[in-house]
């Protein structure tokens, strides 16, 4: 039997693994289907890929829907769109990164928690511009052509985060509100260890509104979440695991120190307006030390040894 690269979530929904950001297709209606984000820039043929082979060749998307517009969510949409000229919906609070308007609150490299985290602040902050394509979100909690799901705004990793909802067996697609792998750790990452947690501590620049949204999440009493990183989640494996980061969201969520843990980033419909002063990162400073004696320990020895 031919390997996939994607796996089957739930009755119509399939998600796949690009490097370490999962997307996620949904058959809406006979012959029609929608993509929830668009993973990294890399993954564009993957994507058409699952698509030709899921629901057949030449059969584009009625729309792409994204959680939010980080870097890992929107790499491939350029290609996409190239292929699919289809419409792409954001919350409106997430049109600025989305328009060229604003570059993203810039990652922390300070929020502690492992190399991810250290090295944070090479992660691409955008903005990208798909003016033309892009469009906002309604505000009645509707998705557009996914009729059995609701939107819910969950923001707090980015202001205009959203996670997608089907009541009718409490499936969620998460987006990053909370993942089922510890971000910021190279290895968990490498590994994909499941491990229900917070957002991605250095690329949450709102905590108190992070925290208000895994309790938005919770109390929808999701059965199986599908989330931006990490495996698939359900049963009680993930009622207790949401049950306990809402509850303890501060203790097991949010960074010791960081730039936005005392003050969070300000943003409106025009992108950042003000941003807590940056921290010295000494962790980083020496790591960067460390590895740049290293690599002039290996040069000399290389001169020498000519
Ligand atoms: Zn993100
Ligand atoms: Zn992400």
Redesign the pocket.
């Given at each position: 039997m031919e390997n996939k690269t994607y796996t089957q979530v739930a009755p119509g929904v399939w998600g796949m693994k690009i490097v370490f950001v999962n997307i996620y297709m949904v058959a809406t209606a006979p012959g029609e289907w929608v993509l929830v984000d668009a993973g990294l820039k890399t993954g564009a043929e993957k994507i058409i890929k699952m698509a030709e082979e899921l629901f057949g060749t030449d059969v584009p998307p009625s729309a792409i829907i994204l959680?939010?517009g980080?870097f890992?969510?929107v790499g491939a949409l350029k290609e996409l769109l190239a292929k699919w000229p289809v419409k792409v919906y954001a919350h409106p609070l997430e049109l600025p990164y989305l328009t060229g308007l604003s570059a993203y609150p810039p990652p922390d490299p300070t929020a502690g928690g492992g190399l991810m985290t250290a090295f944070s602040f090479i992660y691409p902050k955008g903005p990208i511009n798909i003016s033309g394509h892009v469009h906002p979100l309604t505000k009645d909690g509707t998705v557009p052509h996914m009729p059995e799901w609701d939107c819910i705004h969950t923001p707090g990793?980015?202001p205009g985060?959203v996670s997608l909802f089907r009541p009718e067996d409490k499936l969620l697609i998460a987006?990053?509100a909370f993942v089922n792998v510890k971000s910021e750790s190279l290895l968990a990452v490498i590994a994909q260890k499941k491990e229900l947690s917070g957002?991605?501590k250095y690329?949450t620049p709102n905590w108190l509104s992070a925290a208000m949204s895994v309790k938005k999440l919770r109390d929808l009493k999701p059965e199986i979440a599908a989330t931006?990183h990490g495996p698939v989640i359900q049963g009680d494996e993930l009622t207790q695991g949401l049950g306990d980061l809402a509850n303890n969201f501060q203790e097991l969520a949010m960074p010791d120190n960081g730039r936005y843990v005392h003050e969070p980033a300000k943003t409106n419909r025009k992108g950042v307006q003000y941003l807590p002063p940056a921290r010295f990162n000494t962790a980083l400073i020496c790591t960067v030390f460390v590895l740049s004696a290293v690599a002039v320990f290996g040069l000399v020895n290389k001169i020498k040894s000519r």
């Open positions: 959680t939010h980080h890992d969510h990793h980015s985060h987006g990053d957002p991605p690329f931006g």
